[in-house]
């Protein structure tokens, strides 16, 4: 089976190189037909497992395609090429040549279709390269914003947030967080606004600036149903735990439900959140009565007076 299909992509490959060539009576090169050929040579390869050759044709077909100035079937080919290194494991030359069909969608005025690739290609390099991942998701976004699509440009950046998160990039991650935010107060989803309030609160925290995260709170206030919000009601106790270092007040509000079940990375951030000077807890209650007082007592005024 794969011989006979082996076979056959080269049968194809014979058709488009004879498509291309020009004679007394053929002046011009048919590059559409060669693209063609080449489109059905790559099948064949890809159906016999020999994907390096599927990689070679889906390329020629790319190159056809360009000279015939069918940009976004150019494109195409070369997505398909990537797809090709992606399965020999080649990762990074994949992400290449998705970003170059990625230029050419563009550039045919696909610019959709472009913000699409690039998020599938983040997907991809995800796993391996995190700074690569959000340079990917940042330029989807961008695209999507460049036509006024907020919702997807949002999205798209909410996930390069996380993984600026995730590296410890928090200056990164504070700008992109607002910008987010920025994103969802223009198309009026409010309740993201929330939650985007809460991020920024505890990634400038991380960061040790409180006066940031106090501001993110105050601004909020002008959005639409913050005020008396579980969000805010949290964040209002979260950061008078976090200037009075009261590490009781501090962990109940970043252990409880709205904070443990926000996206994994914010999550993390949350429940690692230590308040300025190691924070400090309440005391308990004495126990036993009398002589529990009785030793409190007697502890404060453990080692003398003076």
Not at 226 to 245: K, N, P, R, V
Request: glycine share 6%; aromatic share 8%.
């Amino acid at each position: 089976m794969a011989a006979q299909k082996i076979n056959e992509a080269h049968e194809h490959i014979a058709k488009a190189e004879k498509c291309v060539k020009t004679s007394l009576t053929k002046w011009k090169p048919d590059y559409d037909s060669a693209a063609s050929e080449y489109a059905k040579a790559a099948v064949c390869f890809k159906n016999a497992k020999q994907l390096e050759q599927a990689k070679d044709a889906y390329l020629k077909e790319a190159e056809y395609h360009e000279l015939n100035k069918t940009l976004f079937h150019a494109a195409k080919a070369y997505e398909q090429a990537g797809m090709m290194l992606k399965d020999m494991k080649k990762m990074p030359e994949a992400i290449q040549l998705i970003e170059k069909a990625c230029m050419m969608y563009i550039e045919n005025g696909t610019p959709d279709t472009a913000a699409m690739a690039l998020d599938r290609a983040g997907k991809l390099i995800e796993p391996l390269n995190l700074e690569k991942a959000v340079d990917l998701y940042q330029k989807a976004a961008g695209v999507f914003e460049n036509e006024d699509r907020l919702r997807q440009s949002a999205e798209l950046l909410g996930k390069a947030s996380r993984l600026l998160v995730r590296l410890r990039r928090l200056d990164e991650a504070a700008v992109a967080i607002q910008k987010e935010k920025q994103m969802y107060k223009d198309i009026e989803n409010y309740p993201m606004c929330f939650k985007k309030t809460t991020a920024q609160v505890l990634v400038h925290l991380h960061r040790g600036d409180f006066v940031a995260a106090d501001k993110c709170v105050r601004e909020s206030y002008s959005l639409p149903g913050y005020s008396g919000s579980e969000d805010a009601a949290a964040m209002e106790t979260l950061l008078q735990g976090y200037d009075e270092q009261d590490e009781d007040q501090a962990y109940r509000v970043c252990n409880s439900p709205l904070l443990k079940y926000m996206d994994n990375d914010y999550a993390k951030l949350a429940i690692s959140l230590k308040v300025p000077g190691g924070g400090v807890k309440k005391k308990k209650a004495p126990q036993g009565g009398a002589s529990g007082a009785l030793a409190e007592e007697e502890d404060d005024y453990e080692g003398g007076l003076c």
